[in-house]
């Protein structure tokens, strides 16, 4: 029997409909791979500060794993997710690299505002609560803590000023992070 899916190449990429239904197809596709990348990583302690779960990337690594998309656009939907307060960034000093996490709360909040979402997810029979958890494992990412860094305070609530800044400065690592 013949595959019924159409596909070249080896990697593949799911793109959620209801997130981009909420967010955009850009959106989308960038959080997938950010999230892919986060549970590739959920395991080793040096990507693990604050009670999250880091990833980190330059544009440019970035677009080399999203090839169809060009710096430019990976780096402005960052900033859009950032400033939404979905994805959480940090840079250490002036390096170029910047830290990711996902505020998976805020992405559930922008699904919930959606309305083609929701159309899309009762056309489909599913409840919210049912699609992401089937897609994030919202409590594994989601951890309180209380240090001093600034890449790791409290993301589980919505802090509007803290999100929206473009970028936090992290003054020290755990020690194996950089």
Not at 8 to 35: F, N, R
Not at 148 to 164: I, M, Y
Request: with cysteine; proline share 2%; aromatic share 10%.
């Amino acid at each position: 029997m013949k595959s019924a899916t159409l596909s070249i190449a080896k990697t593949k990429i799911v793109i959620d409909p209801a997130i981009a239904l909420a967010l955009g197809i850009t959106e989308a596709i960038i959080l997938q791979q950010l999230h892919f990348y986060l549970t590739l990583v959920a395991n080793k302690k040096s990507h693990q500060f604050g009670g999250k779960t880091w990833i980190w990337n330059t544009y440019k690594e970035w677009q080399d794993s999203l090839p169809f998309f060009t710096e430019r656009k990976i780096s402005d939907t960052f900033r859009r997710l950032e400033n939404s307060g979905i994805v959480i960034s940090c840079r250490k000093g002036y390096n170029p690299t910047k830290y990711y996490s996902l505020n998976y709360k805020v992405l559930v909040e922008a699904i919930r505002n959606s309305e083609k979402a929701i159309q899309y997810l009762e056309a489909a029979g599913c409840s919210i609560s049912d699609q992401l958890s089937s897609f994030f494992d919202v409590s594994e990412h989601e951890k309180t803590t209380s240090t001093s860094d600034n890449c790791t305070e409290d993301h589980s609530k919505t802090e509007v000023a803290f999100q929206r800044q473009e970028s936090q400065i992290i003054t020290e690592f755990p020690e194996g992070v950089i």
